[in-house]
């Protein structure tokens, strides 16, 4: 009851004028939020249960849509293709990016003279991804390109990367691993300029080698930084688009091995028109970005250290 | 690390342990790694077809051939896409700007009941992914006849600027003195005239953190103009360069001097703002 109360008790007129600019502060949010993602969010969903291509009206079909997506011999064969081809490329790209942002971190991290231009050269990939250095990787990774090439000269026959179904998943890997370690290398190195000297030197001074300060005072020390590099790699890795798009000219192919989720819904919007159904697997999608952040959540309270 | 490194360049003996060397010596390695495929970019987008296909591991070719640059200007309209981009890119960051600052005082500076529920729907959208999103918005942005206008990528961005940008102005705005806003509104300021006229000169660097970043996430955005923007007179330069992969599948020289192009503005934005992108990302890295 007190709660109640105190919710609705007049206030003193200070803090109501207070209160008042509060939400006028806050109106522009409050107005993107319900038009950019309430609405958008609630009108997908009803989508899902219709049928409908911009002509005609829109017909309730009822669950059709997710009995679709998991029929696994018609339009739910695409889907599971492309979840598993998303799920395979960031299972493998972000624990890649973690290792070697790490890495570079700690390196970084010893007095290194000239640190700021190893630190730029590291991030510039990543400030510049997006389509051009996705058109650069197709003539790099191209079947007569300069990786092949290389490999022609220590007597390996490389692979036309983006263009045989066994090795464009890999050049994807490839690509996005090349270009998101630079920005998870500097969100590590400023955790890691965070960690007290004293607790390092108080380790040396008890016999603790340089492997064992590193596992039992720097990693327990870097594992906010860790997860949150983990949170948001997880998350763009599950949102990828550009990179398929790119390299497929927006198929997703060869033979839908680059398909990816994101890709997938686009297709179904644009190509298809098939609003229903694209709703559907978007909604699956958002599912599964929302279910994984909460199990991520709920498993850092074992291996997450906060220093307060 | 025994052995200390001479801070005085040129005088006294520089002594470097095996450690140090293969320290610098990895860094170097990869460093070169991640810039080495932007040199081989811009040298190759001044290669003949020819010296494409034979390829030689030149890094520069001895006869540049600027025209593959006018080439690519006379066969693709890079100038209006490339104004388009600008365009869209600047008014998003000033909205973004803007409207984060103000959303930002107010969970910042302004106490209110309902201030915690309302910043967790901040947080909330950072978890709703953009792709559940683009149906509805697109169907309604076709409806009103607004697609190929810049208006369905920059006015989103004018109501919240987003969670992200929001989240670290407010983070900054906490940390300022609260006693020169108590002050300024025992002399009887208003609140907007204490985020205009305090808070917001005090909040230049984190300003500058914000603009910066979503000035090139701006520039990058793919997904949103290849939807709203299917005109090829009103599209942006990422939008044509993807196009450019499958026109001018194997004309290299064509597609590398594309891509140098839309690299450019990124690589100078990069150079000049370093210590803002520097700072941006230690802001980044503190935060939990």
């Known amino acids: 009851m007190s709660r109640f109360r105190s919710l609705f008790a007049p206030l003193p007129l200070l803090q109501r004028n207070e209160e008042r600019w509060f939400w006028l502060f806050i109106a522009p949010f409050l107005a993107g939020f319900v038009l950019f993602a309430l609405l958008p969010l609630i009108a997908s969903l009803a989508l899902s249960f219709m049928d409908w291509n911009l002509r005609g009206t829109p017909k309730l079909v009822g669950l059709e849509n997710y009995a679709d997506l998991v029929n696994l011999e018609g339009k739910g064969k695409l889907v599971l293709k492309a979840f598993s081809n998303t799920a395979m490329i960031t299972i493998i790209a972000v624990p890649l990016q973690l290792a070697i942002g790490m890495a570079f971190a700690v390196l970084l991290n010893q007095k290194v003279r000239g640190m700021a231009i190893y630190r730029m050269a590291f991030y510039l990939p990543t400030v510049v991804s997006g389509v051009a250095t996705a058109a650069l990787w197709t003539w790099i990774l191209g079947t007569e390109g300069l990786l092949n090439k290389g490999l022609d000269l220590i007597g390996v026959a490389g692979p036309a990367w983006f263009n045989e179904p066994e090795s464009v998943r890999w050049g994807i890997i490839f690509m996005l691993v090349w270009a998101g370690t630079g920005g998870m290398t500097l969100i590590f190195l400023a955790g890691l300029q965070q960690i007290s000297k004293e607790l390092l030197e108080a380790a040396e001074c008890d016999g603790a080698g340089r492997i064992r300060r590193f596992f039992s005072v720097t990693l327990p020390l870097l594992s906010p930084t860790l997860f949150f590099n983990l949170v948001i790699g997880l998350i763009g890795g599950l949102s990828l688009f550009t990179e398929p798009f790119v390299i497929s000219g927006g198929a997703g192919g060869p033979a839908n091995e680059s398909m990816s989720v994101a890709l997938l819904i686009y297709r179904l919007l644009i190509r298809n028109l098939d609003f229903g159904f694209g709703s559907a697997v978007a909604w699956l999608l958002t599912l599964v970005v929302m279910l994984l952040t909460v199990i991520n959540f709920r498993l850092s309270k074992r291996w997450v250290f906060y220093d307060n | ?288």
């Not at chain 2, 810039?35 to 030149?58: D, H, M, Q, R, Y």
């Not at chain 2, 690519?72 to 000033?94: C, K």
């Open chain 2, 1 to 288: 690390m025994t052995t200390k490194l001479s801070t005085d360049s040129g005088k006294g003996l520089q002594i470097i342990s095996p450690g140090r060397l293969a320290l610098y010596g990895t860094l170097t390695l990869f460093a070169a790694l991640f810039i080495l495929p932007f040199v081989w970019e811009l040298g190759g987008s001044l290669k003949t077809p020819a010296e494409l296909a034979t390829g030689s591991f030149n890094l520069f070719p001895a006869d540049p051939q600027w025209g593959n640059y006018a080439e690519v200007f006379r066969r693709a309209p890079i100038a209006t896409w490339f104004a388009n981009s600008v365009v869209i890119a600047v008014l998003g960051t000033l909205g973004a700007t803007l409207t984060s600052a103000f959303c930002a005082y107010g969970f910042a500076v302004l106490r209110a009941r309902g201030s915690r529920l309302a910043f967790g729907m901040v947080l909330l959208t950072i978890l709703v992914p953009y792709q559940v999103l683009i149906i509805p918005e697109y169907i309604v942005w076709a409806k009103l006849g607004l697609t190929n206008t810049p208006i369905p990528l920059v006015l989103p961005w004018f109501l919240g600027g987003g969670a992200f940008n929001i989240f670290l102005l407010r983070q900054f705005m906490l940390g300022l003195p609260r006693d020169m806003v108590d002050a300024a509104r025992v002399d009887g300021a208003g609140e907007v005239q204490i985020f205009r006229r305090i808070i917001l000169p005090m909040c230049a660097p984190a300003l500058a953190v914000v603009a910066v970043f979503h000035f090139i996430f701006m520039w990058n955005d793919f997904l949103r103009p290849l939807l709203y923007l299917q005109d090829p007179a009103a599209t942006t330069l990422p939008v044509g360069l993807a196009g450019f992969v499958t026109r001018f599948a194997r004309q290299w020289h064509l597609l590398l001097a594309g891509s140098a192009i839309a690299l450019a503005p990124l690589v100078i934005i990069f150079a000049l703002a370093q210590r803002v992108i520097a700072r941006g990302i230690s802001v980044a890295g503190v935060r939990k």
